[in-house]
């Protein structure tokens, strides 16, 4: 019986004499490519060359060495009586090891004057087709692929008189594949930033763009940072200004967003984003004389469209939270919308167009450096999303679940009546949850969430801060506010916090205060009790939806108290009978939707 052959073609020549040498010693006869063998024949181990099994040289400054049937034939044959035969016709013998790794093609681009053709001259072609080729063929063939495995594979090779087991030539093969796939995505990466990144000059794109780089991650310390694709091109493209990684969670989740709740109700649809949750999210439903004077829109010039109403109701719907937001449109923006926009603090827009109006609006906006994106409204992500968190991959299916009229059939409280109006407002706060950091309780009333409680740990905390934001909504449509004596020059900004100071009831003293009354020709005397509970009294018929069940009945009382009338939450809490009689008890719709929606 001959001996075992073990190839060995290697770059990082770490333990490599210690594993040449006992493989010698145990019997198995060595082959050895270029400066592998060198090293190995200049320890006094024996070695054979490569070529002497293929009758070839190495050719063309050392690209070609192991591409030859001799050495892939060797590895790639099964122990099946037609390969065996193969071999035999073609006087080659089998391989039972390779001992190979790479070219150091990560270290190289990282040096600063790395060029392309020093790039290219470090793709292993060879080591990546031996590596493959005996990971494939690993029910027979030992691949070691990195050093660190020598000892535990010679200590099983001499154990096993030559046969180290199944197990371990799989848990190597597995360590091989991965390697090959890491390299290909470090080259992959490299030359997607030589010839498809958005930076380069137009004669220096090879093709489509699918790569960004971003100034920094999620602050300014995280560098180096990018947004990419991995096949195919970037769906969205930047018409002014410049996103950072930030800006680009908002704007995708936004859009998600407003893309399917346009889809939902065949209406416009807008968001207002910040850290990657909504503000508020609205339909284009027209606005009331109230509603303009409320929301800030009440001296535009420009006609009001469903898109700009859209967007006033989702931006009004927690000023204080919008500020700096990242706006997500549905259909194209028109002028309207930008005019509104261009009057807000805010960080950047996406939408999948612009009218050439709107677009010059927004391009002025922060001197010209307002983040401006443009997305393909035709794109679809992968069905599978992958995520990396203290460098573990996370993968899951995408959340695709429909939410529409359907999800609301499901009601289980003695009061069924559901009209459009307010299914409309229950598909508009189920579809903020979607894309709500979780845990998160919506309510929407006239097609736009006024209260979005998101991120708290506990069900209950969720609904009193949703609630304690839709009662202050409500309070900025108590005559007192809309007629608050502002000064001449005030921003929109003071105005707006001046507004939540005064319907929030806050203390002031001092500094503060006097600020605060430094915004208005005469000072307002403050909402009374009274004032405040009749107001509050007269907001009714508001929908509320939770992204999971509610554990404990107190959710629903708290509901109610900031006029809920419909509820739609998941069943599945050993409370839920003690729910539906509370809702009972307020005469309160209530549908068990069948989807949780939590989202991080």
Same mark, same amino acid.
């Given at each position: 019986?001959? =001996? ?7 770059? %990082? ?20 490519? *270029? ?38 034939? $060797? ?51 060879? $080591? ?24 535990? +594979? ?144 009440? %001296? ?11 967007? &006033?109701?989702?931006?009004?719907? %927690?000023?204080?939270?919008? +500020? *700096?937001? +990242? ?40 001197? *010209? ?39 609301? /059939? ?27 950091? /979780?845990?998160?309780? =919506? ?39 809309? &007629? ?48 405040? &509970? ?28 900031? $006029? ?7 069943? $599945? ?28």
């Amino acid at each position: 019986m001959s =001996a075992p052959i073990a190839l060995l073609s290697v770059y %990082d020549k770490t333990n490599l004499l210690e594993l040449a040498s006992g493989l010698h010693s145990a019997g198995v006869r060595l082959l050895g490519s *270029g400066g592998t063998a060198k090293k190995i024949r200049e320890a006094g181990i024996p070695i054979e060359d490569v070529s002497d099994i293929t009758k070839a040289p190495e050719m063309l400054g050392g690209r070609v060495k192991t591409l030859h049937p001799a050495v892939h034939g $060797g590895i790639l044959a099964r122990s099946i009586p037609s390969d065996e035969a193969d071999l035999k016709a073609q006087n080659i013998s089998p391989i039972s090891i390779l001992v190979c790794n790479l070219y150091p093609f990560t270290e190289t681009i990282s040096k600063p004057d790395c060029t392309v053709a020093d790039a290219v001259e470090e793709i292993d072609i060879g $080591g990546v087709t031996l590596l493959r080729a005996a990971a494939k063929n690993h029910e027979r063939v030992s691949v070691l692929s990195d050093p660190s495995d020598y000892n535990e +594979f010679l200590a099983a090779w001499k154990q096993g008189n030559g046969n180290v087991g199944q197990a371990l030539r799989s848990k190597l093969a597995l360590k091989a594949f991965e390697m090959t796939a890491k390299y290909d995505e470090a080259i992959s990466g490299y030359f997607r930033e030589q010839y498809a990144s958005a930076d380069l000059p137009q004669e220096k794109l090879a093709g489509p763009v699918q790569r960004m780089a971003l100034r920094y991650g999620a602050n300014p310390h995280q560098k180096p940072a990018q947004a990419f694709v991995t096949e195919g091109e970037l769906p969205f493209k930047v018409l002014c200004g410049s996103p950072g990684y930030i800006n680009l969670l908002d704007a995708l989740n936004s859009y998600a967003l407003v893309k399917e709740l346009s889809e939902a109700l065949d209406l416009p649809a807008a968001a207002s984003f910040k850290h990657v949750s909504p503000a508020g999210v609205a339909v284009g439903l027209e606005l009331n004389e109230v509603e303009k004077q409320v929301y800030g829109v009440d %001296d535009l010039k420009e006609p009001l469209t469903a898109l700009a109403c859209a967007y &006033a109701r989702a931006r009004g719907a %927690d000023r204080m939270s919008s +500020f *700096g937001d +990242f706006i997500a449109l549905s259909h194209p923006c028109d002028l309207a919308t930008a005019r509104i926009i261009s009057r807000e603090v805010s960080d950047g827009i996406i939408a999948p167009g612009y009218a050439p109006d709107a677009l010059e609006v927004l391009s002025k906006k922060k001197a *010209g450096k307002y983040c401006v994106l443009q997305i393909n409204p035709a794109y679809k992500p992968a069905e599978i999303e992958t995520r990396q968190v203290y460098g573990i991959s996370l993968q899951q299916r995408r959340n695709d679940a429909k939410i529409d009229a359907s999800l609301f /059939s499901n009601i289980v409280t003695k009061r069924k009546e559901l009209n459009g109006q307010a299914l409309t407002d229950l598909i508009v706060a189920t579809l903020a949850l979607k894309y709500t950091q /979780s845990n998160s309780v =919506a309510y929407a009333y006239r097609g736009a969430t006024i209260g979005i409680g998101a991120g708290q740990q506990s069900r209950i905390h969720c609904t009193r801060l949703a609630g304690t934001k839709a009662d202050l909504w409500w309070l900025r449509h108590h005559p007192r506010v809309l &007629a608050l004596p502002f000064k001449k020059g005030v921003k929109r900004a003071e105005k707006a916090n001046a507004i939540d100071l005064f319907v929030a009831g806050e203390p002031l003293e001092g500094s503060e205060k006097a600020q605060w009354e430094a915004l208005f020709e005469e000072v307002p005397a403050p909402l009374t009790p009274e004032e405040r &509970a009749a107001h509050l009294r007269q907001l009714d018929d508001v929908a509320c939806s939770s992204d999971a069940f509610f554990p404990f009945p107190d959710n629903v009382h708290r509901a109610r108290r900031s $006029g809920v009338r419909y509820l739609a939450a998941p069943s $599945g809490s050993v409370m839920d009978a003690e729910c539906i009689k509370a809702a009972d008890e307020h005469g309160m719709v209530f549908a068990h939707t069948s989807v949780r929606l939590f989202h991080h």
